[in-house]
Nanobody, 124 residues
Framework: QVQLVESGGGLVQAGGSLRLSCAAS????????MGWFRQAPGKEREFVATIMRSGGKTYYTDSVKGRFTISRDNAKSTVYLQMNSLKPEDTAVYYC?????????????????WGQGTQVTVSS
């Protein structure tokens, strides 16, 4: 069974930075695209960023472009989300997920394994 464990969330002031990590085990990490999603209270879970299995291509939702960077270290089976210039509207629980295939996708239904989530709170 694949397991995903996120870490790195916390409370930060607007304009600050956080780096989320997601360590994977139980599946050949390098075969699959990975993604980050987030869910704010009372809202649907939404796509944030995705990266193909080799790390060569990345995609972001418009609201985080230029501020967030997704990366992966296949030797460590870990995917990261560097978040800079954080805004209060970035406040949410952030989840990493493993896609069913190698191609990165923004569709959350294309991801079949999810971590437990890590809380990010940005104060104004």
């Amino acid at each position: 069974q694949v397991q995903l464990v996120e870490s790195g969330g916390g409370l930060v002031q607007a304009g600050g930075s956080l780096r989320l990590s997601c360590a994977a085990s139980g599946r050949t990490f390098t075969w699959y695209a990975m993604g980050w999603f987030r869910q704010a209270p009372g809202k649907e879970r939404e796509f944030v960023a995705t990266i193909m299995r080799s790390g060569g291509k990345t995609y972001y939702t418009d609201s985080v472009k230029g501020r967030f960077t997704i990366s992966r270290d296949n030797a460590k089976s870990t995917v990261y989300l560097q978040m800079n210039s954080l805004k209060p509207e970035d406040t949410a629980v952030y989840y990493c997920a493993v896609a069913r295939g190698a191609i990165p996708t923004t569709n959350k239904d294309a991801y079949d394994k999810w971590g437990q989530g890590t809380q990010v709170t940005v104060s104004s």
